[in-house]
């Protein structure tokens, strides 16, 4: 039986098509085609699912870059650096001359916030901070990262897509990159697959030394062997969460074009260009435009305690160029406006500058947000001279995560409930959102 | 006359300055220098008397980077793309170059004759200039843009050969080039590939460079140094010098000393007799090293309290000068 | 490298209130009790104070297979399990338990879990396994391993390599340090009072700091110097507060002040002193002098006193409980403050007593640990609602590590690796080699278990569809299956090499259901049924 779509489209008749009779439709698009929404026999179909889903995609910076060689420059300033600045399409606003492209751009989806507060200085447990909305679990209550929330909130609940991916550059599994746990309460469903260093997951094709009917009938006698031996016994997370990661694998392994570039038009994929990073932006496209809710892409390691400026010479043009692609496709695309594209880093780097040319880690941090949702073009919150504190609008994590959700329609003080019980809030009570950078 | 003795090697006196000092040129025949900092300051220091005198001149608005005394003039180059001459009398600004560079100028070079300015940038370009017109003469293009990785390169230094026929220009890959002065042409290439070090899998970008370059006397090899990376987001990994036969391409020397610092300026004695090496940054304190290349070992090290970014001699190769973060050092050799 | 800016403005505190409620002795169980009475004695206590019936006793093909597993760190052979199932010897439990305490196997399995405790989740922190198999062989005590790890004294297994890897990063040693051997994780005291500790202050995590803030390393040896300023830190208002050594429990521990005119020239000369040794150490070989006061020596004092090694018993108490029961007595096992109750006080107290004055003796706690009815307990519960998990009614499914899971897997997958024909030495190298081969396999992408881990799909993908890993699973069972007459004989094998027990009726039948549909492919069939068993989740878990 149809059901109405989650999101309501315009509200026309001829967009009130659910998402399962997409799906019935176009069941084996996943399979063969070369992914993605152009490969909808219909054009209306896609239309419709483009304007109803929102999705959301973090660029993180991890490592924490420095917000003075990227959105807040401070030039001629002790603590400024040797780089010089540029003026944006924004009127008075100037960034680092790092970001040439992006600067170009932001006036069109994007918003500049320069006064987030991390409260920490610590890679881990910043990453904790800026990635669970600033709380660390110490009462017992196992809290999922926003993008398990995001996933949560957005998800179709028929999807035969993954709800959650990350992509990171590094093969470093650090608990700030790979989150274990991600999904906390939220359940297994929400925990990101991640990729490191990768394009795609390994192990999504089908091994030669099996036919597909044996490789699916042997995963069903794993099950049935398994449930057998799971009653009385599945009381915790863990137990499910093996059951679970074995029933995803042929769900993954029918999206593995999803994640397969050599599917994209040679020109597509040279405008992403040839880094890893770049790469892997290309296949958050492919994803987010095949409808995951949530996409992480993780750039690291931004962690320059020693030669901070070479390392960012290196890194934040990247950054510019991938960021400015990704942007300009998912807006030619119809994309952008249901798409919040977010970057920030667990934490900012110091106005000091240290004896190896490097900047060491700082609570403060500068944060853009992008699409779905936001009012293009503000620039939001100030820190003073030297950039040594936050001089107007500081933005705490949790008001970052309010005007996240606000963004893209979702109600920040939901409540979901905890592995204990409690009813837990989206968002740490009275965070509000900064309607300033809202549409 | 026997060449100076580092073993002899004192420090007789310290300056603070402002900022970290990254560039230093010596006027002949005293002890009148000029410095650069990471301010956009450049300031002139009569160290002779009791009381240091200095001055300011103010033109450049990001990293001093280069300096260098040609003739009447000095010549600056800075990471805000200009190069400046000044007049090194009256110190007023005699010529700007807006642009000399599309990226950020990392070293400048005099040829010995004071006639030929040399200076290179992360737009990987070297170029020669008229030391007196000012004149663009030769641009040097050889050194690639891009990293393996993709990424832009960075083109550290250069150095003219003592006979002033050869420049050679030293990037973030670890090549060297080497070009002929009179026609811009590029005449040899050596590649150090120690010098750079790409980190795929943890921080995913790369760290390194030859820093620095010196010519023996001859002009027949030539001297690099850096640092051998091991982690890319501290300075850490093993300081670096290279020496190489660079007609034949050949490295002759290896020079390890320490650990944890980037080398980071390089000066042969005048007469070959030895090599000095100063560090800068880097997660451990730096030395100052001297380096007897026949002997193919380390003559003397000496502990830094501060990271040396500039360093220079005097003509006859018993002062060293260097300047760090904050400080100005000299250092005194006997014969 | 870590800047410690913190701007939260909270008031210090000064008192500190870790020790929890002081041992009371007369209220415990006698001393000269045995651990399994007394784990079962206050375990049934509040059972029955909640009113809840534990499992029953687990089979004894689950407690062969649980006791190799946690002792041994493999599943059993098949030999090892019929014979301990057919035994009927009743102290076959206890004889199982002391033989595997007193093996190889033992020691380097616990080198490994000691070796992944000490590293607290800390990817850079340097691993003292080299060390660790040597202190567990001759079973020192907890507290001599504390202080060897301290760097007590210079040693060929380099037990320093604790403090000695971790000194590029002063802040992560202090706070592994807390955690590790005491329980208290301080890391939120680095920049502003614990939220729910009160008493955790930037006091204790800066005076905790300061035990090594005068370590360093020369020629690779750890050592101390004699001078250096005091600790000092910036406060969350900004004032800059000078801190001693202070111990976790808030005992400070005075210095001698240092006997010199002129302190900064004193550290300035000693500095000195160090870099001419170093430069010169090729040819001299002369080490600068021993600290007369050394910190770390000082912490190992403090903590070990009389009045504070309670800290110190019960982190590790706890630690081993958490390990062989799935659940500690406090949980997070790092959150061990006033402010988080055990949920067994008296027997934390009890076993942390014991251990005290049983000389820190870590092969008697495990002993004990494994021999009481509790840990004996069925893992499956067929009531309605299970009872509260800090009861320990029932077993807890504990996750296999990367090495309990990779060598099982390739034991299983080659049943004739360990065999009792082997000799003594034989057999270690084969164990050795179980272990290196387990470690290439299976240690990047089999996660270390955690509180509350979530198995990740790429574990499944892996396993499912990697070449090289799908060519390695069953890789000599099946052909050994294959010259089994009878497909009876086929499935009965297959089970009991891959999970340690007899199959089913409904297993057998499902077996046989799925090897009859491929007769045209049999060795197929049976590849598919191995890894279907290798991959259920009876064979992920210590159950």
Not at chain 1, 397 to 407: E, N
């Amino acid at each position: 039986m149809p059901r109405t779509a989650r999101h309501q489209g315009c509200g026309s008749p001829e967009h009130a098509i659910s998402r399962r009779a997409f799906l019935g439709s176009a069941s084996g698009l996943l399979l063969g085609g070369s992914g993605g929404l152009n490969m909808l026999g219909s054009p209306l179909l896609a239309e419709q699912m483009k304007r109803d889903q929102k999705r959301a995609l973090l660029i993180f910076l991890s490592g924490g870059a420095s917000q003075f060689e990227t959105w807040d420059p401070k030039p001629g300033r002790h603590t400024g650096g040797p780089f010089q600045t540029i003026q944006t399409s924004i009127p008075g606003c100037h960034i680092c001359e790092l970001l040439p492209e992006i600067a170009t751009r932001v006036h069109r989806h994007t918003a500049i916030i320069r006064s987030v507060d991390a409260a920490n200085t610590d890679h881990d447990a910043g990453a904790r901070v800026v990635l669970r909305g600033a709380r660390l679990g110490n009462d017992g209550v196992k809290y999922p990262t926003l993008g398990a929330m995001l996933a949560r909130e957005l998800m179709q609940a028929d999807s035969r897509v993954p709800d959650h991916v990350a992509l990171y550059t590094a093969e470093v599994g650090l608990t700030i990159n790979a989150q274990p746990d991600a999904a906390g309460f939220l359940g297994s469903r929400y925990d990101p697959i991640n990729i490191l260093s990768r394009l795609a997951p390994e192990g999504t094709r089908l091994p030669e030394a099996l036919t597909d009917l044996d490789h699916q009938e042997r995963g069903q006698l794993r099950d049935l062997l398994s449930k057998e031996f799971l009653k009385g016994r599945e009381r915790d997370g863990t137990a499910a969460s093996h059951s679970a990661a074995y029933s995803r694998v042929r769900g993954l392994m029918s999206c593995e074009t999803l994640f397969d570039i050599s599917q994209e038009p040679d020109r597509v994929r040279a405008r992403y260009g040839p880094t890893l990073f770049g790469q892997q932006a290309l296949v958050a496209r492919r994803l987010l435009e095949a409808g995951v809710p949530f996409v992480r892409l993780n750039r690291g390691w931004w962690d320059s305690h020693g030669e901070n400026f070479d390392i960012h010479a290196e890194m934040v043009p990247e950054l510019d160029h991938v960021m400015s692609v990704l942007l300009d496709d998912l807006e030619e695309r119809g994309l952008l406006q249901n798409t919040l594209v977010m970057t920030f880093s667990e934490m900012g780097r110091t106005p000091d500058i240290n004896t190896m040319r490097g900047r060491d880690h700082f609570p403060r941090l500068s944060a853009t947000l992008t699409g779905c949702g936001i009012r293009p073009g503000v620039v939001y919150g100030k820190t003073n001279e030297n950039g040594t504190d936050i001089a107007e609008g500081r933005v705490t994590v949790p008001q970052l995560f309010a005007t996240i959700f606000k963004a893209l329609g979702i109600d920040h003080q939901k409540e979901y409930t905890a592995n204990d019980g409690r009813p837990i809030a989206l968002t740490n009570a009275g965070a509000r959102p900064v309607k300033e950078v809202l549409a | 006359m026997a060449a100076a003795d580092p073993n002899t090697i004192k420090q007789v006196k310290t300056l603070k300055m402002p900022g970290d000092l990254l560039s230093v040129a010596r006027v002949p025949g005293g002890d009148v220098l000029f410095v650069g900092n990471d301010w956009g300051k450049i300031y002139r220091v009569d160290w002779s008397g009791d009381k240091p005198e200095t001055k300011e001149l103010i033109g450049h608005t990001s990293y001093v980077s280069g300096l260098v005394l040609a003739g009447k003039h000095i010549v600056s180059g800075s990471w805000d793309r200009k190069l400046i001459w000044w007049d090194a009398e009256t110190h007023q600004q005699v010529r700007t170059v807006e642009n000399a560079h599309r990226k950020w100028i990392r070293h400048v070079a005099v040829a010995p004759d004071g006639k030929t300015v040399a200076s290179v940038g992360d737009d990987m370009v070297g170029r020669l200039w008229d030391a007196v017109a000012g004149k663009l003469l030769h641009e040097l293009q050889g050194h690639d843009e891009k990293t393996p990785q993709h990424f832009r390169s960075k083109l550290y230094t250069c150095v003219f050969s003592p006979d002033g026929q050869h420049l050679a220009t030293g990037d973030h890959l670890g090549r060297i080039l080497i070009w002929a002065v009179a026609t811009g042409k590029q005449v040899a290439a050596v590649e150090a590939p120690s010098f750079y070090h790409w980190d795929f899998g943890r921080n995913n970008h790369s760290a390194g460079g030859v820093r620095c370059l010196a010519f023996t006397a001859d002009g027949k090899r030539i001297a690099a140094g850096g640092i051998e990376n091991r982690d890319v987001a501290i300075i850490q990994g093993t300081p670096l010098v290279q020496v190489f036969d660079w007609q034949k391409g050949q490295k002759t020397h290896e020079f390890k000393v320490g650990k944890d610092y980037v080398f980071e300026s390089l000066r042969f004695q005048h007469e070959g007799a030895w090599l000095v090496g100063a560090g800068g940054g880097g997660a451990a304190a730096p030395k100052l090293v001297f380096f007897d290349l026949e002997q193919k070992k380390v003559v003397v090290e000496v502990a830094l309290t501060i990271p040396l970014h500039a360093m220079t001699l005097n003509e006859t190769s018993d002062v060293v000068y260097g300047a760090g973060r904050g400080y100005l050092v000299r250092w005194d050799l006997k014969r | 490298m870590k800047s410690s800016v913190c701007l939260v403005s909270l008031m210090l505190a000064s008192s500190f209130l870790f020790a929890g409620a002081p041992l009371a002795a007369g209220e415990l169980l006698p001393a000269d009790r045995s651990i399994p009475e007394v784990i079962d004695h206050y375990l049934d206590l509040k059972l029955k104070h909640a009113g809840a019936v534990p499992a029953a006793q687990a089979d004894d093909a689950t407690l062969v297979r649980r006791l190799m597993l946690d002792l041994g760190g493999r599943i059993p052979t098949v030999r090892e399990a019929k014979a301990y199932v057919e035994s009927t010897d009743p102290q076959k439990r206890r004889q199982l338990a002391e033989r595997l305490l007193t093996s190889q196997e033992y020691v380097a399995h616990s080198a490994t879990e000691f070796d992944i405790m000490l590293r607290a989740g800390n990817d850079r922190a340097p691993s003292v396994r080299d060390y660790l198999l040597v202190a567990l062989k001759e079973n020192r005590p907890w507290d001599q391993m504390f202080r060897e790890m301290m760097g007590e004294k210079a040693d060929s297994t380099r037990p320093e390599n604790f403090v000695l890897g971790r000194l590029e990063d002063v802040d992560a040693l202090t706070r592994e340090v807390s955690s590790v051997f005491f329980g208290i994780n301080i890391s939120c005291a680095q920049c502003h009072r614990h939220p729910y500790v009160k008493s955790l202050t930037q006091d204790s995590y800066f005076g905790m700091r300061a035990f090594f803030s005068r370590s360093y390393e020369f020629q690779g040896q750890l050592l101390e110097k004699e001078f250096g300023i005091p600790a000092q830190y910036k406060s969350k208002n900004g004032a800059v507060r000078e801190v001693g050594l202070l111990f976790l429990t808030g005992a400070e521990v005075a210095q001698p002040s240092p006997n010199v005119p002129d302190l900064p020239k004193a550290i300035q000369e000693e500095n000195k002193r160090i870099e001419e040794l170093r430069k010169n150490f090729a040819k001299a070989k002369e080490l600068p002098p021993r600290a007369a006061f050394g910190f770390r020596a000082q912490l190992v004092d403090v903590a070990l006193r009389p009045e504070n090694r309670e800290l110190f018993a019960r982190s590790i108490v706890n630690r081993l409980w958490y390990r062989f029961y799935g659940h500690g007595l406090v949980m997070r096992v790092d959150q061990m403050h006033a402010q988080n109750a055990p949920s067994h006080a008296e027997l934390l107290d009890w076993l942390a007593r014991d251990l005290i004055s049983h000389s820190y003796d870590l092969r008697r706690l495990v002993r004990g640990l494994v021999d009481s009815r509790a840990y004996a307990r069925s893992s499956r519960w067929d009531g309605s609602r299970p009872p509260a998990v800090d009861l320990f009614a029932v077993a807890n499914l504990r996750p296999l590590t990367p090495m309990q899971y990779g060598t099982s897997q390739l034991l299983a997958s080659n049943p004739d690796l360990l065999t009792v024909e082997q000799s003594p030495e034989q057999l270690q190298a084969q164990s050795q080699r179980l272990e290196s081969e387990a470690q290439k396999w299976y240690g990047k992408f089999i996660e270390v278990p955690q509180e509350g881990m979530v198995i990740n799909v790429n574990e499944a993908l892996r396993l499912s569809n990697d070449a090289a890993m799908l060519k390695l699973l069953g890789e000599k069972l099946v052909p050994r299956l294959m010259k089994l007459e009878g497909r009876g004989q086929q499935i009965s094998t297959a089970v009991w090499t891959v999970l340690s027990r007899a199959p089913t009726e409904k297993e057998a039948e499902l077996l046989s259901a799925y090897i009859d549909k491929r007769q045209d492919r049999p060795q197929q069939a049976l590849q598919q049924m191995v890894w279907a068993l290798l991959n259920c989740s009876e064979f992920r878990f210590n159950h």
